[in-house]
Each structure stands twice: as structure tokens, then as C-alpha cells.
């Protein structure tokens, strides 16, 4: 079973400031690896999958990167609406495989 | 534009039965696979159960396989879940998610609301 490990757990940042997020795979997972973000309250949202690739409408800033098992999301400049919980997720076509890291907490320093 | 409603959920006795029903709209529904995905009161994301585009194929979290079971009416475009021999562990917002492909071995591109189960004597 592949365990999806992200750090830090909690991270405090400001505004404007730029941010990265990481995401462990305990195995590869060559690039089958999707970010999400939750806010208070709300359901998850598509950031990025396949690694890297934006989902429609998703602002410039946020970018992923990565591959095997190693990956990260990055957030060029804060804005306040990016505090949020961030998860990873690994999946895979066959054998089906669908797993969550358990997310990193971005708040406001 | 797409949306997923969920609906069914709520407070039900550990032991017993509740089914989840999930409304999508603004895509054509038979052309893609579904998740059910769930979320404990201030935890992680879980992955609970996937159904193909023409209901063929279904695969369960180990946590619920032979509890849960999955399926879909293309032509009524209902997602549902059916889920027995509840415990307090199945307690979650319980949330239906559309994956961008016919057989589901990838991602969730689309999320609804969630609706939440509470297992409680």
C-alpha cells in the first residue's frame, strides 16, 4: 500500500509571501498525483493534477512540480483566500488505487 | 455549469442502514465515473467507493467493502450509496465527486457539497 506523506503539517506564512508544500510518495508513483484545496467548511477543490497541470480557471501562482516520489505544490504569492487545508492525493488506473495524504494546514502568521 | 448534489444523510443508529443519493447536473452523466469520497469531523479526505460510466465496475476502501455498495441509474442520473451494519466510524460528510474518464482511475475533478452521516445509539 503506497502512503502519501505531506509536511509540514502546519505552516504559518503572510500575505504576499511565497510558499511551498511537500508531498512524499513511500514508493513512485510516477506522476499520477493530484493537490486539493479545502476551505472551512467547504468541499475539497481540484488544484492540479497529473503533477503539474493547473485545473481550468486556476490562478498562475499555484504550480506543481514533481515526479516519482517526491512533489510539490507552490504558491508564488500569498493572497488571503489561500488559507486553506491542502491534500495530495495518489491515483492510479490499475491496480485502482486512490489515496489522500493527510494535509498541511497554510494560516495566516 | 457542473454541479453534484448530495443528499440522504443524517443520524442513524449504529447497526443499521442509510442510503445516499447524489444529483449531478450541467454534464452528461453517463459518460463519466463517480467516487464517493468521505471526511471525518476534523480529518483527512478518505476514498470510499468508485463506479464506472455504465455501473460495471465498482471498487471499495477495504474500511467498507461488503458494507457499502455503489451504484448508478443513467437514466434517472442518480449516484447512490448504500450503506449497512453502520458503526461510529463510518460518522463523515460523505461527499460524491465526478472523475474525468469513463473507468475512474484517476482524479476527482468535480466535488459536491457533501452530506454528512452521523452514527450515534
Known amino acids: 500500500e503506497i502512503v502519501m506523506t505531506q509536511s509540514p503539517a502546519t505552516l504559518s506564512v503572510s500575505p504576499g509571501e511565497r510558499v511551498t508544500l511537500s508531498c512524499r510518495a513511500s514508493q513512485s508513483i510516477s506522476s499520477n498525483l493530484a493537490w486539493y484545496q479545502q476551505k472551512p467548511g467547504q468541499a475539497p477543490r481540484l488544484l492540479i493534477f497529473a503533477a503539474s497541470t493547473r485545473a481550468t480557471g486556476l490562478p498562475a501562482r499555484f504550480s506543481g512540480s514533481g515526479s516519482g516520489t517526491e512533489f510539490t505544490l507552490t504558491i508564488s504569492s500569498l493572497q488571503s483566500e489561500d488559507f486553506a487545508v491542502y491534500y495530495c492525493?495518489?491515483?492510479?488506473?490499475?491496480?485502482?488505487?486512490?489515496?489522500f495524504g493527510q494535509g498541511t494546514k497554510l494560516e495566516i502568521k | 455549469q457542473v454541479q453534484l448534489v448530495e443528499s440522504g444523510g443524517g443520524v442513524v443508529q449504529p447497526g443499521r442502514s442509510l442510503s445516499l443519493s447524489c444529483s449531478p447536473s450541467?454534464?452528461?452523466?453517463?459518460?463519466?465515473?463517480m467516487h464517493w469520497v468521505r471526511q471525518a469531523p476534523g480529518q483527512g479526505l478518505e476514498w470510499v467507493a468508485l463506479i464506472s460510466y455504465d455501473g460495471t465496475t465498482k471498487y471499495y476502501a477495504d474500511s467498507v467493502k461488503g458494507r457499502f455498495t455503489i451504484s448508478r441509474d443513467n437514466s434517472k442520473n442518480t449516484l447512490f450509496l448504500h450503506m449497512s451494519s453502520l458503526t461510529t466510524d463510518d460518522t463523515a460528510m460523505y461527499y460524491c465527486?465526478?472523475?474525468?474518464?469513463?473507468?475512474?482511475?484517476?482524479?476527482?475533478?468535480?466535488w459536491g457539497q457533501g452530506t454528512l452521516v452521523t452514527v450515534s445509539s
Open positions: 450541467g454534464f452528461t452523466f453517463s459518460n463519466y465515473a
Open positions: 492525493q495518489h491515483y492510479n488506473n490499475w491496480p485502482p488505487t486512490w489515496t
Open positions: 465527486t465526478r472523475a474525468p474518464n469513463l473507468y475512474g482511475g484517476s482524479f476527482s475533478d468535480y
